[in-house]
């Protein structure tokens, strides 16, 4: 038998290849449409949320941890720290601003101090790892002209467990009395150290007792709202 002869093929016109394209494209865009086309062109799946829900493509920033403050350990808050501004003790009637010179000079701080307490140069600030010192007078004449001289004078009262706030840079800071004792002005050293922790202490004299006797209050920081 003759082998049956067969037509040679036909390149596909112009217009078919058109149709074709225009098919495909259909055809791509339903499958896209009901899910059944990859996000990308190696086949795989973008990332997802829960196993089953694609990622977000666009985040608020609303969402995103608060940018160039510092971090403290891991286990610990943020603290935003600031120079006291003033100090607060309800238990104790006192409300009082504090100043916050950069002098260690004792002549040029005994001038500050009758215009209330003072925080120590070299002591840390608020929220910040060491230790806060604020000092003030104290005085049981019986007449005091200047009251900035008994600025301290019921400090002693404060027991372990009460408030005391101290504000500054619009922020309050507050912590817990955990300790007041009598020491020697001779003999006592205000640790300031950031080994310390968070602490706040203040100091005065204590009159009744001496020239050199002190009353040194410690306190722990708590939060700053």
Same mark, same amino acid.
């Given at each position: 038998? !003759?082998?049956?002869?067969?037509?040679?093929?036909?390149?596909?016109?112009? *217009?078919?290849?058109?149709?074709?394209?225009?098919?495909f @494209?259909?055809?791509?865009?339903?499958?896209?449409?009901?899910?059944?086309?990859?996000?990308?062109?190696?086949?795989?799946?973008?990332?997802?949320?829960?196993?089953? !829900?694609?990622?977000?493509e666009? @985040?608020?920033?609303? #969402?995103?941890?608060?940018?160039?403050?510092?971090v403290?350990?891991?286990?610990?808050?943020?603290?935003?720290?600031?120079?006291?501004?003033?100090?607060?003790?309800? &238990?104790?009637?006192?409300?009082?601003? =504090?100043?916050?010179?950069?002098?260690?000079?004792?002549? +040029?701080?005994?001038?500050?101090?009758?215009?209330?307490?003072?925080?120590?140069?070299?002591?840390?600030?608020?929220?910040?790892?060491g230790?806060?010192?604020i000092?003030?007078?104290?005085?049981?004449l019986?007449?005091?002209k200047?009251?900035?001289?008994? #600025?301290?004078?019921? @400090?002693?009262?404060? &027991?372990?467990?009460?408030?005391?706030?101290v504000?500054?840079?619009?922020?309050?800071?507050?912590?817990?009395?955990?300790?007041?004792?009598? +020491?020697?002005?001779? &003999?006592?050293?205000?640790?300031?150290?950031?080994? *310390?922790?968070?602490?706040?202490?203040?100091?005065?004299?204590?009159?009744? !007792?001496?020239?050199?006797?002190?009353?040194?209050?410690?306190?722990?920081? =708590?939060?700053?709202?």
């Amino acid at each position: 038998m !003759t082998p049956t002869s067969q037509a040679p093929k036909r390149a596909p016109t112009p *217009v078919y290849l058109a149709m074709t394209i225009v098919i495909f @494209v259909f055809t791509l865009s339903a499958a896209d449409s009901v899910g059944f086309v990859p996000y990308y062109i190696d086949g795989s799946t973008p990332l997802t949320t829960g196993g089953s !829900t694609p990622a977000q493509e666009r @985040v608020a920033l609303s #969402a995103l941890p608060e940018l160039g403050s510092e971090v403290v350990a891991s286990g610990e808050e943020t603290v935003v720290t600031a120079l006291p501004g003033r100090i607060v003790i309800p &238990e104790i009637n006192l409300d009082l601003p =504090v100043q916050n010179p950069s002098t260690r000079d004792i002549a +040029a701080l005994d001038e500050l101090l009758k215009d209330g307490p003072v925080r120590y140069v070299d002591s840390s600030r608020l929220g910040e790892k060491g230790n806060v010192l604020i000092f003030a007078h104290t005085s049981h004449l019986p007449v005091v002209k200047n009251q900035m001289y008994k #600025a301290f004078n019921r @400090v002693p009262e404060l &027991e372990a467990g009460d408030s005391i706030t101290v504000e500054g840079d619009g922020r309050s800071y507050l912590y817990t009395v955990r300790s007041v004792r009598q +020491a020697s002005a001779e &003999e006592a050293v205000i640790d300031l150290s950031p080994s *310390v922790g968070r602490k706040l202490t203040l100091v005065t004299c204590d009159t009744l !007792t001496g020239k050199d006797a002190r009353y040194i209050l410690e306190a722990d920081f =708590v939060a700053a709202i």
